[in-house]
């Protein structure tokens, strides 16, 4: 997808059109425009003539000769990228945590991301992976140098927030809503891409509550795809409207190469103000658990395995003294088998074909992984659901009482 540009580099630049006189069996009549500093254009077409209108740079809208509107960038919207940047720059910090031993040491390593001002008592939201399991972290900005303090870490949802004694001049950012957003608006990022402090990106939102899985099997839900270009170092950092408000947390980018290749990810600021009070107060966050691997059904696991639905959840194993085992959820027979198998063999070889199929929760269709672990995601730790499970031939409702993630563990 071609990225938006603010500069506008196709308007036409200076020059001179010279019109002649052509003349024809029927006459036709041309007049000559001189063109010095004019650099919009409205065209009309009559039923026998064309007429050309030019609008000074200044003019927002031309009108044409039939009345109707056709809008013409103005040249202030040109600075918009620019306008954000310089009001929010001071309160965006370079974050760097240091894990596996002390700074000097020959095992230590450096993460460097980004963080910004949330409030006034010098709170800076981050990602999680950016501090680690750093309990203090070094932190630059607005010219300064802070040693910041982790408040809190919510490792699934890749939050964090890192209090520093920060001047009270500086002014927090103001916070919006993915609501705000839909595919094709503006948006802007700002962090510190390979270490390349203060960088400043735009593009366009490419998608919207997309699904990301991370290594720990945790599925993260309703993530903002963008192609403002995100490098290593924009994580934690704002992702921001046109408006200026913060809408998300650059977190990730989708390449084989490590860089940015157009597709990348961030977190709903909905997310974070979902879970402000227990990430500023330091308590950890809880999310519900069921206990299962799974796979997403499709016509071709359908007639691999002869299973009597295209779209589902087939369970492959469960969790054992999880919340799904504890309910009766079954698995395949053979789920062992594909633990050792190479990544070019066909798992569905290796599967007997007779674990639980999950199509529903509460009454609500489910039809792959990422749509349970969304429902899920939006329970709570000690909630019962109701799964509706395909076994043998029948459909069960089965009651589960979801457990709280343990680290390490599958949805």
Not at 207 to 217: F, V
């Amino acid at each position: 997808m071609r990225r938006r540009r603010w500069d506008y580099e196709d308007w036409p630049s200076e020059n001179r059109r010279w019109g002649l006189w052509l003349a024809g069996g029927t006459a036709l009549l041309a007049i000559c425009y001189i063109l010095g500093i004019w650099t919009g254009a409205a065209l009309t077409r009559g039923s026998s003539q064309t007429t050309v209108e030019y609008v000074p740079p200044q003019t927002g809208n031309t009108t044409s000769t039939s009345g109707s509107l056709t809008p013409i960038p103005g040249v202030e919207d040109t600075t918009i990228v620019t306008e954000i940047y310089n009001r929010v720059k001071n309160s965006i910090f370079t974050i760097t945590a240091v894990s596996g031993g002390k700074p000097t040491s020959s095992d230590a390593e450096e993460d460097i991301g980004t963080a910004f001002l949330i409030d006034h008592n010098g709170d800076l939201l981050t990602n999680a992976h950016v501090v680690g399991s750093a309990t203090t972290v070094q932190v630059s900005g607005d010219n300064r140098q802070f040693v910041g303090r982790v408040i809190d870490a919510d490792q699934l949802d890749d939050l964090a927030i890192v209090r520093i004694p920060a001047p009270k001049s500086l002014q927090p950012l103001p916070l919006g809503s993915v609501k705000s957003l839909q595919p094709g608006s503006l948006v802007i990022a700002i962090g510190n891409p390979f270490e390349l402090t203060s960088s400043v990106s735009s593009g366009i939102v490419s998608g919207l509550n997309r699904s990301m899985s991370e290594s720990n099997g945790h599925v993260m839900n309703g993530m903002i795809q963008t192609d403002a270009p995100l490098n290593p170092g924009n994580s934690g950092g704002p992702l921001l409207n046109a408006a200026g408000q913060v809408v998300g947390i650059n977190t990730l980018i989708e390449s084989p190469i490590e860089g940015s290749i157009g597709i990348g990810f961030a977190i709903p600021i909905d997310r974070f103000l979902q879970l402000e009070p227990s990430l500023l107060a330091g308590k950890p966050v809880a999310h519900a658990w069921l206990g299962i691997e799974g796979m997403d059904i499709d016509s071709l696991m359908q007639q691999a395995l002869n299973l009597p639905v295209s779209s589902g959840v087939y369970v492959t194993e469960v969790t054992k003294g999880g919340p799904a085992a504890k309910a009766g959820l079954r698995g395949d027979s053979n789920a062992a088998k594909l633990d050792s198998l190479s990544q070019s063999a066909n798992p569905y070889a290796a599967m007997k074909g007779d674990g639980d199929i999950i199509v529903g929760i509460d009454g609500k269709s489910v039809t792959s992984i990422e749509q349970l672990t969304q429902y899920i995601n939006q329970d709570e730790p000690g909630q019962m659901v109701t799964l509706t499970v395909l076994r043998g031939g029948k459909t069960l409702h089965v009651r589960v009482t979801l457990g709280t993630w343990p680290s390490g563990q599958n949805p």
